[in-house]
């Protein structure tokens, strides 16, 4: 099993939710995140004054799924997030060892 944690722009959630969907992954948690990579945020004015707003507003989605669907769902995040600009997001891959579903104790892939 892998985890897949991904950082993409929040107008872009729709649009990868879809695209896992299509494929056949049913669930995924997403949370509202803040964050800035290499863009290293932006300066804006407000009232006439300059201000640096360091931490840009992000959905990380996080996704649990067998080996043999983990590269599709890569592809399709990566393509249902690209707009080409900078701040466009990063996937993450790890190893999962183990999950339970507490309803029914079942284990592995099964749970998920």
Known sequence: ??????IIKPFKLEEVKD????????GMTVTEVKG???????TEIYRG??????????VKIEVVLGD????????????AAKTGKIGDGKVFVF???????????ETGEKAV
């Open 19 to 26: 695209a896992l969907s299509e494929i056949g992954i049913q």
């Open 95 to 105: 190893p999962m060892e183990q999950a339970v579903r507490i309803r029914t104790d």
């Open 1 to 6: 099993m892998k985890k897949i944690e991904a």
């Open 68 to 79: 043999d669907l983990a590269e599709k769902a890569i592809d399709a995040i990566v393509k």
């Open 49 to 58: 004054s300059e201000y640096t707003v360091d931490f840009l507003p992000k």
């Open 36 to 42: 800035f990579g290499r863009q290293k945020g932006h």
